[in-house]
C-alpha cells in the first residue's frame, strides 16, 4: 500500500479489500504498527495509531523531504485480549509530498574575477551557478538567473546574463581608463509556488590592454659617432604611452626599419624608462660613408587595438616612426690587407732566399701615407719580410716536420703600420703550404723495437709496426723484409701478413731461452727503406702467458737513461784513480826513494781489449812525480830501463820519453809510436830474464811485434 503524507494530516487506515477470519465473529482485534518513522531511525515517534481498535494513523510532526523522502511502515493485526498476531503483516510505503521550502543558493556570496580590456563583445566573462535542494525535475528546484543591477551603468559597454545557463557576457567594449572596475548583482530565482530566490555579487576588474600607440617624443634626431669603433648608448629615443606602465601594454619594441641594411647598428629597450638605446656594434667608415639616415620604428609588446561601434578593432598603422641622422667623423684607419688572409705552396725543404710571397697592404684613409711591414708571427724563425715592398723570403730551410707544423700549414702574420698619428697597425695571415716529399723512411715504433715472447708460445706472431713523418703518397702502406745478410736470421724467424702498417714476425723453430735481434728492412710506398732492429726476448713462462722475469731494457729508453749515468760513473772512478795517484806520488816525493819490486803490488785496470793472454800483472813503480814533465820523463826512462834491462850509469836515459804536453794544453802529438826504443839496446835474454811473469809479454811481443827487430813499442 502506498500513500502520500503532509505534515500535522490525520492518515486514516481503509480498507482496500474485504478481510476474512473464521474467528472474526467471537474475537476483537486491534491495530499495531512498527517500523522507520514509528520506532525506528529515522524520525522516531513521527506516526502513531491512536486509536487501535479502528486503525487510525497520525503524523505528530512535519517531516523535512529533503532529508528523508519515504518511509516503509509495517500494520499488524493482533487478538486484543491476548495480543497474539492473528494476520500477517501490510506493508504501508509512505512518500512525502514536496513542497518548495528552498530557495536557491550561490556557493559564494561575493565573487572577483578579472576581464582583459581588449574582451570581445559578446565572449562569456564569467560562469554563475546556484544549487536548490528542492526535489529535482519539478518547478520547486529550477533555478532562473537575473542581473539585477551593475554599477557603473555605461551606455557603451555593460553585462548581461543568460537566464537558463547564468552565463555572464559583455556587451560594447571595455575602456580601462573609463571605468577600471565595475560590480554586478546577480539574482537566482525558483519556479516554485511561491518562488524564492537569492543573491550574489560580482566584482569585474578590468585588465589595461593596448588601445594606446606609443609615440616619440622628436620626430627627428641628429648625432655624430667617430669612425672605427664600436659604441653603446650613442643616442635615447623618449616616447609616450598612455597604457599602465611597466605592463605589456606599456612596454615598447624598436625596429631599424630603414638604413641599417649592413648591420652597423642596433636598438634596444631600457626596461626602467621605455627608452630604445642606439648603439653601434660595427665601427663605422667615413671613407666608405660619411653619413647615414636611419627610420627607427616604435609599437607596444602587446597588439593594438581600438573599439567602434561596440565593436573591437585591429588598426593597421600600429607603430609610430622617427629619423635618426648620424654623421661620421673621420679619424685615422689601420690598413687594410687585400686579402686579409691567403695561402701559398712551397715544397717541404726548401732553402733560404726562396721567395714565398708578398703581403699587400692599403690605407683606408687614401692619403699619401707610408705603410711599412713587420714580422708578427714566425714561429720557427723561417721567414724576414722586407719593410717596404712586403715580400716574404725564407732564410732557413722549411721543414714539415716541424712542431710549428699543423697538417702541413705554417702560419705567418704579418703587421703593417701606417704613418698616421696615432698609428694605426692592420694584421695580414699567410699560410704556408708544405707539399710533401719522400724524406724520411719508415722506422719502427717505440713498442715493436723491443719484445718478448714465450718459448713454449709456438707459433705465436708478433705484431711489429712502423711509422712514417711524411704524407701520402710516400708513407704507407709498408713492406717489410728480414735482412738476408745475417745468415741465421732466416732460420730462427719468419714475417706473416702484412697488413700494410704493420707485420707478423714468427718463430720458425723453437727457440733456446735468450735475447735476439731481428734485423728488417722496413720500405714506404715509393721504395724508400732502412733497416730496423727488433730486440725479441724469448723467455721462460710458468703460466704459459708472462715472462718469469720482467724486460729489463725496453725500447731503448733504459739504455739511454743508463748511458749519461754510467759515463758519470767512470768519470768519478778516473777522478778518484788520479786521486790516489797523486797521493802516492806525493808520498814517494816526500820519502825520497823508490818502492821496490815487491812492495806495493799494482794490478792494471782490465779494459776487455781482445787479446788471448791472460790480465798481466806488473810490478810497476807507482811513484812516477806529478810535477814538470823532466822530472815525469825521468821517472819513466828508469821504469822503462827496469822493463828492458838497461840502466845508465849516470842516470841519463838513451833514448828519453817524448814529452808531448801538460794535461788539458791542445799541442799536436805525433804518436805513441815516438816512444820506441832500440834493439841494439835491449839484450838478446831480456824476456828471459825477467822471469815467468813476463811470459804473456813474450807472446804478445812474438804476435804482434810489439819490440820488432827494428823498435820496440809501448802504448
Not at 609616450?240 to 642596433?266: C, L, M, Y
Not at 626602467?272 to 639616415?293: C, F, M, R, Y
Not at 700549414?409 to 704613418?419: K, S
Not at 692592420?426 to 723512411?441: C, E, P
Amino acid at each position: 500500500m502506498r500513500s502520500r503524507v503532509h505534515p500535522a494530516l490525520p492518515l486514516l487506515l481503509t480498507l482496500l479489500m474485504p478481510l476474512f477470519n473464521n474467528m472474526s465473529a467471537n474475537m476483537e482485534i486491534i491495530y499495531l504498527i512498527r517500523g522507520p518513522g514509528v520506532d525506528e531511525y529515522p524520525e522516531i515517534g513521527l506516526f502513531s495509531i491512536e486509536d487501535n481498535v479502528n486503525g487510525k494513523i497520525y503524523v505528530h510532526r512535519s517531516v523535512d523531504r529533503e532529508k528523508t523522502p519515504s518511509f516503509k511502515v509495517y500494520c499488524d493485526v493482533a487478538h486484543r485480549l491476548t495480543g497474539h498476531i492473528v494476520d500477517r503483516s501490510l506493508i504501508i510505503n509512505i512518500r512525502v509530498s514536496d513542497v518548495n521550502d528552498h530557495a536557491p543558493e550561490f556557493p559564494e556570496k561575493e565573487f572577483n574575477i578579472s576581464v582583459k580590456e581588449d574582451h570581445a563583445a559578446g565572449q562569456p566573462v564569467f560562469q554563475m551557478l546556484a544549487l536548490d535542494l528542492d526535489q529535482e525535475n519539478t518547478p520547486n528546484s529550477q533555478v532562473l538567473y537575473f542581473l539585477v543591477s551593475q554599477t557603473p551603468v555605461l551606455r557603451e559597454s555593460g553585462f548581461r546574463i543568460d537566464r537558463v545557463s547564468g552565463e555572464i557576457r559583455l556587451s560594447g567594449c571595455l575602456d580601462y581608463e573609463t571605468a577600471p572596475r565595475f560590480t554586478l548583482v546577480i539574482a537566482a530565482r525558483d519556479c516554485g509556488n511561491p518562488p524564492l530566490s537569492s543573491t550574489a555579487t560580482v566584482h569585474v576588474h578590468v585588465q589595461d590592454s593596448n588601445n594606446h600607440m606609443p609615440r616619440f617624443t622628436q620626430d627627428h634626431y641628429n648625432i655624430q659617432i667617430s669612425e672605427g669603433r664600436a659604441s653603446q648608448g650613442v643616442l635615447r629615443l623618449g616616447v609616450q604611452d598612455g597604457d599602465s606602465p611597466f605592463t605589456a601594454a606599456w612596454r615598447v619594441k624598436f625596429d631599424i626599419t630603414n638604413g641599417n641594411e649592413e648591420g652597423h647598428f642596433d636598438i634596444s629597450t631600457d626596461p626602467e624608462t621605455n627608452e630604445g638605446i642606439l648603439s653601434v656594434i660595427k665601427p663605422l667608415d667615413h671613407e666608405t660613408q660619411p653619413a647615414w639616415s636611419l627610420v627607427v620604428a616604435v609599437e607596444n609588446e602587446e597588439p593594438l587595438f581600438s573599439c567602434e561601434g561596440g565593436q573591437l578593432q585591429r588598426p593597421q598603422q600600429a607603430s609610430a616612426s622617427a629619423i635618426v641622422s648620424v654623421r661620421v667623423t673621420n679619424a685615422n684607419d689601420p690598413p687594410t690587407f687585400h686579402p686579409g688572409t691567403f695561402i701559398v705552396s712551397e715544397v717541404d725543404g726548401a732553402g733560404p732566399g726562396t721567395r714565398l710571397g708578398m703581403f699587400n697592404a692599403t690605407d683606408p684613409d687614401r692619403t699619401a701615407g707610408k705603410i711599412r711591414y713587420k714580422l708578427a708571427y714566425d714561429p720557427a724563425n723561417w721567414v724576414s719580410i722586407d719593410e717596404h715592398s712586403g715580400v716574404v723570403i725564407t732564410v732557413k730551410p722549411v721543414d714539415r716536420e716541424s712542431p710549428h707544423v699543423n697538417d702541413s700549414i705554417y702560419v705567418i702574420i704579418a703587421h703593417a703600420i701606417d704613418d698616421g698619428v696615432p698609428p694605426q697597425t692592420g694584421t695580414g695571415t699567410m699560410l704556408l703550404f708544405l707539399s710533401d716529399v719522400n724524406d724520411n723512411a719508415p722506422v719502427l715504433c717505440p713498442s715493436s723495437q723491443h719484445l718478448e715472447v714465450c718459448q713454449s708460445a709456438g707459433d705465436k706472431a708478433l705484431l711489429i709496426e712502423a711509422e712514417d713523418s711524411d704524407l701520402e703518397p710516400y708513407s704507407d702502406p709498408f713492406t717489410f723484409k728480414l735482412d738476408s745478410t745475417r745468415g741465421d736470421t732466416g732460420d730462427m724467424w719468419r714475417l706473416g701478413e702484412n697488413r700494410g702498417y704493420s707485420v707478423e714476425l714468427l718463430m720458425q723453430r723453437s727457440l733456446p731461452l735468450g735475447d735476439y735481434s731481428v734485423p728488417l728492412l722496413i720500405g714506404d710506398k715509393q721504395g724508400l727503406s732502412q733497416k730496423q732492429t727488433v730486440h725479441v726476448r724469448v723467455c721462460s713462462c710458468p703460466d704459459g702467458f708472462t715472462c718469469a722475469e720482467p724486460l729489463v731494457a725496453r725500447a731503448g729508453v733504459l739504455q739511454g737513461a743508463l748511458a749519461p749515468l754510467g759515463v758519470a760513473f767512470m768519470a768519478l772512478a778516473a777522478a778518484l784513480l788520479l786521486l790516489l795517484r797523486c797521493r802516492l806520488v806525493s808520498g814517494a816525493e816526500r820519502q825520497g826513494r823508490l818502492v821496490p819490486w815487491d812492495e806495493g803490488i799494482q794490478t792494471l785496470i782490465t779494459w776487455n781489449e781482445e787479446s788471448r793472454a791472460d790480465p798481466l800483472q806488473v810490478f810497476l813503480d807507482t811513484t812516477v812525480p806529478r810535477g814538470p814533465l823532466e822530472m815525469r820523463a825521468g821517472v819513466m826512462m828508469e821504469v822503462l830501463s827496469q822493463l828492458c834491462g838497461t840502466h845508465d850509469p849516470e842516470g841519463n836515459p838513451g833514448y828519453p820519453p817524448h814529452i808531448y804536453a801538460e794535461e788539458g794544453e791542445c799541442e799536436q802529438a805525433d804518436s805513441l809510436s815516438s816512444l820506441t826504443c832500440s834493439e841494439h839496446d835491449l839484450p838478446p835474454d831480456l824476456l828471459d830474464s825477467l822471469g815467468p811473469k813476463a811470459a804473456p809479454l813474450e807472446e804478445i811481443y812474438s804476435e804482434s811485434a810489439f819490440c820488432s827487430p827494428q823498435n820496440a813499442y809501448f802504448g
